[in-house]
């Protein structure tokens, strides 16, 4: 059984108004007024319809780490917050550096049926920086990896990342590197400024992440390959990604959320749902990152969706994990800190939150954005609603927001994934019917 579902009266990216007809998974029709005999019909009055967004940099955990998220809880949270597709960082245990743990990453997604999940690979065995992983099995699985990264550390030993740029140019693949020079950030703690002398916490210095961005765009002209730059977070980044785009390095960067939002100053409540790597930075830095949104030197926004159990961030600053989650706030926050400021449009957002990181990712039509022969993945926004960010605001284990008990602005109202529904008026659909029923799976 196929479902066909017309969306009615959808404000598209680009300010028109239109209906929408999705059948056999496609987006058949886009029309000021389609016929709906048979079909069923979804109300989009005054509701944004923007395509569903792609999640490059998300921690789902499974395998190894179930008590933080599974794939199948990291799957609603994306569901919830307007995603489609996410891809899975490679930080697991076993870590995914061999085609095995990437199959199985890949097929819990498509159990779980909510949104596409396409694993990330380890650069490196065990990511340890020692050895490069099985990148070739990995990228000819049934999984086809086209992201390598081993994210949560970097890959500091500059002929290893040398040779990881070179395998990958040789497959269309990518290595997404998180930017972090090792001896500079020992023990660190929070962004290395005044207020960290003043708060006692260690310093992580900006020049220990623009070091490995500059050392790593020479590496990529140097080999003739692509380089991708995680979680970028001081204004430093942005110039030395600017001047590398300019001389026509193949370079694109993410920034997050909470680095267009939020600032150091949060730390000083030693309060750690705070604690995150990159750390938050200062108020110039979020206003560059923004700056290198708005123009193109940032390519797209990123969650890094990292949830840790209670016990691990329930606890003084120096002892807690880094890292928030960030799934089902993302589009708010987006919303809030360079829609409203009037830095970007809806247009931009399809761009940088859906097209461009589908593009990146390898993820054949999603980079597409609505259009007749796309696949229907889209998600309904209501820009004009605003709620108070709770714990009911969330769907996957962890709850580590720094959002909670803050008004934010937005809200997704429903997203449909594969032709169909995973979140009908702001609520998860179960979709383990809808599989069994159209003897299909999403994914
Ligand atoms: O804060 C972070 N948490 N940054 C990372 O790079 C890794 C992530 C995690 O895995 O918890």
Redesign the pocket.
């Known amino acids: 059984m196929s479902e066909t579902i017309v969306i009615r009266s959808a404000t598209l990216d680009d300010g028109t108004r239109s209906d929408i007809l999705i059948r056999d998974g496609v987006v058949a029709e886009l029309a000021p007024s389609i016929s709906s005999a048979g079909a069923t019909t979804i109300s989009a009055d005054g509701l944004l319809a923007l395509p569903g967004l792609v999640d490059l940099h998300t921690?789902l955990?499974e395998p190894g780490f179930e008590q933080?998220e599974t794939v199948l809880t990291g799957s609603r949270a994306a569901a919830i917050g307007g995603f489609t597709a996410v891809h899975a960082?490679a930080?697991t245990s076993p870590v995914a550096d061999n085609a095995g743990v990437v199959e199985q990453v890949q097929s819990l997604g498509e159990t779980a049926g909510y949104v596409t999940v396409r694993p990330v690979g380890a650069v490196t065995l065990g990511l340890e920086g020692r050895a490069l992983s099985e990148i070739g099995a990995m990228a000819g699985s049934r999984a086809r990896v086209r992201v390598f990264s081993d994210?949560?550390?970097c890959v500091s030993d500059a002929l290893l990342m040398r040779r990881a740029l070179e395998y990958v140019a040789t497959f269309g693949g990518v290595i997404a590197q998180?930017s972090?020079e090792p001896r500079l950030t020992e023990n660190a703690q929070m962004n290395e400024g005044t207020l960290s002398g003043q708060l006692g916490l260690a310093g992580w210095p900006a020049v220990a992440e623009e070091a490995i961005i500059a050392r790593d765009v020479l590496l990529a002209e140097h080999v003739g390959a692509r380089l991708h730059v995680?979680?970028l977070s001081t204004a430093g980044a942005v110039e030395v990604v600017r001047w590398a785009k300019a001389r026509g390095i193949d370079v694109t960067a993410e920034v997050t959320p909470h680095h267009l939002l939020l600032t150091e100053q949060l730390a000083s409540g030693y309060d750690s749902r705070y604690?995150?790597?990159?750390p938050l930075r200062r108020d110039e830095d979020v206003a560059a990152v923004r700056a290198g949104l708005a123009d193109g030197t940032i390519d797209i926004v990123a969650t890094?969706h990292?949830?840790?159990p209670v016990e691990a961030k329930d606890c003084e600053w120096e002892a807690a994990?880094?890292?928030?989650v960030g799934l089902e706030s993302a589009l708010s926050v987006v919303q809030a800190s360079v829609v409203d400021t009037g830095m970007l449009d809806w247009a931009d957002v399809a761009r940088v939150f859906s097209r461009v990181p589908a593009r990146i990712g390898g993820l054949a039509g999603y980079d597409r954005g609505i259009a007749v022969g796309a696949p229907a993945e889209l998600t309904l926004y209501d820009p004009a609603a605003s709620r108070l960010f709770g714990l009911d605001s969330l769907r996957g284990k962890g709850i580590n927001s720094p959002y909670l008990s803050t008004r934010l602005p937005g809200r997704v109202i429903t997203t449909i994934h594969g032709g169909y529904p995973t979140v009908l008026d702001g609520e998860l659909v179960d979709v383990t019917t809808v599989a069994e029923h159209s003897g299909a799976q999403h994914g």
Request: hydrophobic share 25%; glycine share 8%; proline share 8%.
């Open positions: 921690h955990r933080s960082m930080n994210d949560g550390r998180h972090q995680c979680h604690k995150v790597n990159p890094d990292a949830p840790h994990a880094f890292g928030m």
